[in-house]
Each structure stands twice: as structure tokens, then as C-alpha cells.
């Protein structure tokens, strides 16, 4: 399709315009786009399809982002002690360890440092 196409019509399935969509796709249709390229002088007609579902939980990947970690840093690496302090972690005194949210560990790409 050309870059001149564009979307004129989307219409949620079970509106009428889909009636011929959802007897074919049933409760997977989403909804139907009609796409017009006026240099082609051609109409598309597309559906958007459910292919597959499961469960989600979308807080779960929140959590394990903001999860605090346990990392090792040693004595002299002061320059990535002072990165991970600048970034939020906290020195865990009885545990000899640093503490920051896994999505900031990922950030340093300090993965392999990770303890536990």
C-alpha cells in the first residue's frame, strides 16, 4: 500500500459494516478497518483477529520492575558504588550488600550482580 493510504473507517465488531466479519471470525474479531489508497484507487479491508489470550497481570510486571535487589559491589569499586548510590540504592549494613530496584540494576547492566 501506498504511503497516500489511510484509515477512513474502524469499526468495532458487531457494528453494522461486520456482520459478514463476524460470522467468519466470531467472538476473535476485534474490529474492521477500511483502508483507502486514492493513487491505487483501491479499498482495503482488514480485521483485526484475536490469535491467541492468556492471563495477565499487569501489576506483576510492575513489582518485579521496582522490586528492590541485592547486589554485590565491592570496597574499591568506588565509581560503580557511587553510580549505584546515584541511581537510589541503599547500603544494607547487616547484609553487606547494596539494594536497588531491578529495572535500575538492569539500567547499569548489573544483572550478574545480582545476589540470590
Same mark, same amino acid.
Not at 105 to 115: D, G, Y
Given at each position: 500500500m501506498s504511503s497516500n493510504g489511510s484509515v477512513s473507517r474502524k469499526l468495532a465488531s458487531g457494528k453494522p459494516g461486520t456482520k459478514k466479519m463476524v460470522e467468519q471470525y466470531g467472538d476473535s474479531l476485534i474490529c @474492521? /478497518? #477500511? /483502508? #483507502?489508497?486514492?493513487? +491505487? +484507487?483501491? /479499498? #482495503? +479491508?482488514? @480485521?483485526e483477529i484475536i490469535i491467541d489470550k492468556g492471563f495477565w497481570d499487569p501489576e506483576a510486571g510492575a513489582l518485579k520492575e521496582n522490586k528492590k535487589v541485592e547486589i554485590k559491589v565491592g570496597y574499591n569499586e568506588t565509581e560503580l558504588r557511587a553510580r549505584v548510590k546515584a541511581e537510589g540504592g541503599t547500603w544494607n549494613r547487616e547484609k553487606r550488600v547494596w539494594e536497588l530496584g531491578f529495572k535500575k540494576v538492569k539500567k547499569l547492566s548489573l544483572l550478574n550482580r545480582i545476589i540470590g
Amino acid at each position: 500500500m501506498s504511503s497516500n493510504g489511510s484509515v477512513s473507517r474502524k469499526l468495532a465488531s458487531g457494528k453494522p459494516g461486520t456482520k459478514k466479519m463476524v460470522e467468519q471470525y466470531g467472538d476473535s474479531l476485534i474490529c @474492521v /478497518r #477500511y /483502508r #483507502y489508497d486514492a493513487e +491505487k +484507487k483501491t /479499498r #482495503y +479491508k482488514t @480485521v483485526e483477529i484475536i490469535i491467541d489470550k492468556g492471563f495477565w497481570d499487569p501489576e506483576a510486571g510492575a513489582l518485579k520492575e521496582n522490586k528492590k535487589v541485592e547486589i554485590k559491589v565491592g570496597y574499591n569499586e568506588t565509581e560503580l558504588r557511587a553510580r549505584v548510590k546515584a541511581e537510589g540504592g541503599t547500603w544494607n549494613r547487616e547484609k553487606r550488600v547494596w539494594e536497588l530496584g531491578f529495572k535500575k540494576v538492569k539500567k547499569l547492566s548489573l544483572l550478574n550482580r545480582i545476589i540470590g
